[in-house]
């Protein structure tokens, strides 16, 4: 499920890892090819390269502001944001998707987050309001942070620990449904709700949960050792929040600000407008330069018009990008071929991995499905879904952008991208399996109609009888969520929540979880995997954790064979000429706002 | 004339109640859930409860119906806030009040109906009278096969080509903009130029085929040829007989018209970039959002039907014969 497009329940997670000591850690997430835009590179020789490398836990020292200057970058003008949908969330605490996470930047801070160096795209997760990305004790249960002096509320109101607390308190409030579950079922378990109603019950979370022992310290005591507590600080809702200006399920709509910007106009799903916040102090900031004076977010812009919008850059669009929308698959080649694209292009993966889930409670024979692996035909559906530069050919579960990928092809898919149907032949003769016959559901889209052809196609050259169904898009989820839905073969896509397999093997792979609406969508149910994610879990040693899901994913995808993955996502488009050090963020698969400004 | 009003007016009452059941109906025949749209990752069985609860999906359909309807007029208490009314909800999407979200969105739309009718009623309505006057001639012929041309096209088709070629290439337009005529008139002017200009194609090429052959029809009618007789002048007797015999059909083809450019204005509001009711149409249904989906459908349809009734009141007043009961 994909969280970065809202029309679709997508799942954008981001990544954790942290060492017990805050020692640093280089988790192998391929990310961020840093700058683009002419600043730092971008494109590719072929325009369509996205690059790997790697997220860093910073130190103390790196987690000092202000921000890494861009050279030439000066303060002033309006950055304009083109979106594809409006957002559904403003409250931090809500924002789950990638959009609502990147343009949550502008105006909130976390007590941790990922630091983007300008000229080399190097991405180093370091303290934001803290003053560095934790220190743990207990084991890994406890986790401390201390408040950097000096910061402040929109309206100069200093940032407390107690408010810290609060922010987290919320996170328990029935109206926060949306927003990521780690930090309160870390420190209250699965039944978080039922442990604790939040703070408008008129009751606070004891010291045994979370304490401020002081007016810049707060104390996270979760129930058993979590290492990637440093990563889960960085999401949206670890942050503070005012009590007196807290609207309750009204902050979606009108949160109060401490990063540089605040919200001077909201028009849900037309535009949000940002101007700089007075009382923020950029040496407080290690993150954000914020050189422009206003944001323009402008919502709800349809394809391929935006795209067209950046490619002829007419009037203000000059000075505009697209955080998160990549370009329309129509004008891709047009943009992946065009020297006048080159300076302005950004080709970068996105945390997401696309599958076609084989449902295991239909296909029961694991040499059936590795006889649909053989046949798949992964290239033309990628020429099918506009090319490499939307995506590049996946053979594991783990995606580029995540610690421990290895790009593992246990059947040999990049050999054969067009498939191999004599092979699946042979593996469904092994079975015993004659005039096999599946149904394939698709949401009933153009693109998604063109894919249901191609696989048709290629199945029937192994003598599968793939009959097609297509669903309404808007139910495609709910249908396809089910348990005893009547699909054996079905699309969704996954998002890391940081460059950690631990938010991407377990949600869609453990067995236990299986329920109708749950994220094992492909209904794998093996004792022995689940077995495996548990213990795999308690591993506190992040480098070692990575490579143990590495090898888990390997051995899921070779022996199971419950998906086939197909595609690493990637952002690709152009930004406006008038804008400079346009760089990336990968753990959200979006433009660093961060560092852009208005030449 | 009273009478008639508070018939058409009670009408109206009975067909929007009817549209809104429809629609409300209608949502739950899909097995799509909110709440799945929703809850991201954490679709637990109780996070979905919850969603259910917040949004009110939790208590029988015909129950949600009457609550919604009451809202409007009573504003209602929401697990998730308060909604004063006229209260149609606050969005399943985003949270933010429907009524807030219609009040920012319907002055494009209203402007787009209203520039693209007038564009497209005094170019149509106008190239079909000059066709009538100068029948058989070239500029007839010509206007005859553009007129064809404009109605085989569609807004999706010339609208990208007239941004290529009027704003990208030529820059001789903006491209399309909302409109924000309190503070910046002209802005509004020229964001709305292209946009009307495109939208009225689909609908002059109508009017000028349908002007052209009534006024034709008209004048070839008895006291048109009389009026001729008695010596009055071809111009008089044009504008004054033969055009007010051709006005009823075509304010009645209006009429019927108001509908299509509300479906109209979904697919150029798409293609300019532009807030309008087209676009929060097309959102609404793409996140299964009942509240917005039903306030849109309301407030189209309200200004439909009521610009219906004043459509047939003006008969009353283009043709006398007309008595209005």
């Not at chain 1, 990563?231 to 200006?245: D, F, H, I, R, T």
């Not at chain 2, 949004?55 to 119906?65: E, I, N, S, T």
Request: charged residues 15%; glycine residues 10%.
């Amino acid at each position: 499920m994909r969280l970065r497009n809202s029309t679709a329940r997508t799942a954008r997670a981001r990544c954790g890892a942290a060492l017990l000591a805050a020692t640093a850690l280089t988790l192998s997430a391929c990310s961020a090819g840093g700058g683009t835009g002419g600043d730092t590179g971008g494109g590719g020789a072929d325009g369509a390269k996205a690059s790997v490398q790697s997220v860093t836990l910073g130190t103390a020292a790196d987690s000092v502001g202000p921000a890494t200057a861009v050279a030439g970058a000066h303060k002033g003008g309006t950055a304009y944001d083109l979106e594809q949908n409006g957002i559904n969330h403003l409250d931090p605490a809500q924002a789950y998707i990638n959009q609502e996470q990147i343009i949550g930047q502008l105006f909130s801070r976390q007590l941790t987050n990922y630091r983007i160096d300008p000229r080399t795209g190097k991405t180093t997760l370091v303290g934001d309001l803290a003053t560095d990305t934790g220190e743990s004790s207990d084991g890994g249960r406890t986790w401390t942070y201390h408040l950097k002096p000096g910061l402040t509320w929109q309206d100069g109101t200093p940032i407390t620990s107690a408010q810290v607390k609060y922010g987290f308190e919320r996170l328990y409030a029935s109206f926060e449904t949306a927003g990521p579950q780690y930090v309160q079922t870390w420190l209250s378990g699965q039944d978080f709700r039922k442990a604790y109603q939040g703070p408008y019950s008129g009751k606070s979370l004891p010291d045994s949960v979370i304490a401020t022992p002081d007016n810049r310290t707060i104390v996270l005591h979760f129930l058993a050792p979590h290492p990637d507590t440093p990563y889960a600080m960085a999401l949206s809702g670890s942050g503070p929040v005012l009590p007196a200006k807290d609207t309750e399920a009204k902050y979606d709509s009108a949160p109060f600000s401490d990063g540089p910007y605040e919200i001077a106009d909201y028009q849900p799903g037309k535009q949000l407008l940002l101007r700089r916040n007075p009382h923020w102090d950029p040496r407080t900031d290690p993150v954000r330069d914020a050189y422009p004076d206003e944001w323009d977010i402008e919502l709800g812009i349809a394809q391929p018009g935006l795209t067209e919008r950046l490619m002829q850059q007419a009037g203000h669009d000059k000075d505009a990008l697209a955080l998160v929308a990549p370009a329309d698959p129509t004008q891709t080649p047009l943009i992946a071929t065009g020297a006048q694209y080159r300076s302005r292009l950004v080709s970068q993966y996105q945390p997401f991995v696309d599958v076609f889930n084989i449902n295991t409670s239909r296909v029961k024979d694991e040499r059936v499905r590795q006889a649909l692996m053989y046949a798949f035909p992964m290239r033309q559906v990628q020429t099918a879904l506009g090319g490499a530069p939307q995506g590049d050919l996946a053979t594991d579960l783990i995606g580029p952008t995540v610690a421990g990928f290895q790009a593992a092809d246990p059947f040999g898919k990049l050999a054969e991208p067009n498939g191999d149907p004599a092979k699946a032949k042979e593996l469904l003769k092994q079975a015993g399996v004659t005039h096999l016959k599946l149904t394939y559901a698709y949401a009933d889209e153009a693109r998604w109609q063109t894919v249901a052809r191609t696989l048709q196609s290629a199945f029937a050259k192994a003598g599968i009888d793939l009959q097609t169904t297509a669903i309404d898009s808007t139910s495609y989820y709910t249908l396809v969520g089910k348990v005893n839905n009547p699909y054996d073969l079905y699309r969704t896509g996954w998002g890391a929540d940081w460059p950690s397999a631990s938010t991407v093997i377990p949600p869609t792979m453990d067995g236990r979880l299986i329920a109708d609406g749950d994220t094992d969508y492909a209904h794998l149910n093996d004792p022995y995997v689940n077995a495996a994610i548990d213990r795999v879990e308690k591993i506190t040693d992040l480098s070692q954790q990575a490579v143990q899901w590495q090898q888990l994913a390997q051995y899921i995808l070779k022996n199971d064979t419950p998906v086939i993955p197909y595609e690493y996502d990637k952002y690709f488009n152009v930004h406006g000429d008038g804008l400079g050090g346009v760089t990336y963020n990968s753990p959200l698969g979006a433009i660093n706002p961060n560092t852009v400004y208005v030449k | 004339m009273l009478r008639f009003l508070v018939r058409r007016l009670l009408g109206a009452v009975v067909i929007l109640a009817l549209i809104s059941a429809l629609t409300y109906l209608l949502f739950f025949t899909l097995p799509s859930d909110p709440a799945l749209l929703s809850c991201g990752k954490n679709c637990t069985p109780a996070n979905v409860a919850l969603i259910h609860h917040n949004l009110g999906l939790d208590k029988p359909v015909p129950v949600q119906y009457g609550e919604y309807m009451a809202g409007i007029f009573t504003g209602r208490r929401l697990p998730l806030g308060n909604c004063p009314a006229p209260c149609f909800g606050l969005s399943f999407a985003n949270d933010a009040p429907v009524w807030t979200i219609l009040s920012s969105r319907y002055p494009t739309t209203l402007s787009l109906a209203v520039g693209g009718a007038a564009v497209f009623l005094t170019v149509g309505v106008g190239l079909g009278l000059v066709s009538a006057w100068t029948r058989g001639s070239l500029f007839d012929r010509l206007a005859s096969s553009v007129s064809l041309m404009g109605q085989s096209v569609q807004i999706y088709f010339i609208g990208p080509l007239a941004i290529y070629l009027l704003v990208d290439r030529l820059r001789w337009l903006d491209p399309g903009a909302d409109p924000d005529w309190s503070h910046d008139p002209a802005g509004a002017v020229g964001g709305l130029v292209l946009p009307c200009l495109v939208m009225s194609v689909i609908f002059w090429s109508n009017y000028s085929r349908q002007t052209r052959s009534l006024m034709i029809e008209q004048l070839a009618e008895e006291h048109v040829r009389t009026a001729r007789a008695k010596g009055m002048g071809r111009g008089y007797v044009f504008f004054r007989y033969a055009l007010r015999g051709a006005m009823g059909p075509i304010v009645t083809l209006f009429g019927i018209d108001l509908g299509s450019v509300f479906g109209g204005a979904i697919i150029t509001e798409t293609t300019f970039g532009l807030h309008g009711l087209g676009q929060l149409a097309v959102a609404a249904v793409t996140q299964t959002d009942l509240p917005l989906e039903m306030g849109v459908m309301l407030f189209s349809s309200c200004a439909i039907v009521l610009f219906n009734v004043v459509i047939d009141a003006s008969y009353a007043f283009i043709d006398p014969r007309v008595r209005l009961l």
